[in-house]
C-alpha cells in the first residue's frame, strides 16, 4: 500500500488543521493506521491510531482531548483533525499503515512521506 500525507502548513498558536492520508494499492480496510511525528533534532513520536473499523483510537497523552484521527474506508483515506496547535506540535507528519496492528503505538510497516506542520506562537 502507498501513502500520501497531506494537509501541512503553517498556523497561528490555537488553530486548527486537518491532515489527510490518502491510500493506493490496497484498500485500508485491512490496515490499522498510525499517525506519527517528528520535530527538529528529536525521534519520531506516536500521535494518534485507529483500527481498521475505526470502531478503536489511540493517542498519545501529549495530543489527548485536541487531535481526533478518523478514517474513511470507502475513500481510502484517513484523517487527523488537529485543534488548539501549540508551538510544541511543530513536526513533520507522517501517516503509516500496518496489516497486522499488534501495537497500534509501533511496529508499521509501511510509510507516507510527511507533512510539515509549524505552528507559530
Known amino acids: 500500500v502507498q501513502l500520501q500525507a497531506s494537509g501541512g502548513g503553517l498556523v497561528q498558536a490555537g488553530g486548527s488543521l486537518r491532515l489527510s492520508c490518502a491510500a493506493s494499492?490496497?484498500?485500508?480496510?485491512?490496515?490499522?493506521m498510525g499517525w506519527f511525528r517528528q520535530a527538529p533534532g528529536k525521534e519520531r513520536e506516536f500521535v494518534a491510531a485507529?483500527?481498521?473499523?475505526?470502531?478503536?483510537?489511540y493517542y498519545s497523552d501529549s495530543v489527548k482531548g485536541r487531535f481526533t484521527i478518523s478514517r474513511d474506508n470507502a475513500k481510502n483515506t484517513v484523517y487527523l483533525q488537529m485543534n488548539s496547535l501549540k508551538p510544541e506540535d511543530t513536526a513533520v507528519y507522517y501517516c503509516?499503515?500496518?496489516?497486522?496492528?499488534?501495537?497500534?503505538?509501533?511496529?508499521?510497516?509501511?510509510w507516507g512521506q510527511g507533512t510539515e506542520v509549524t505552528v507559530s506562537s
Open positions: 503509516a499503515a500496518d496489516r497486522n496492528w499488534y501495537n497500534p503505538r509501533d511496529d508499521y510497516d509501511y
Open positions: 494499492g490496497r484498500t485500508i480496510s485491512r490496515y490499522g
Open positions: 485507529i483500527n481498521r473499523s475505526g470502531g478503536s483510537t
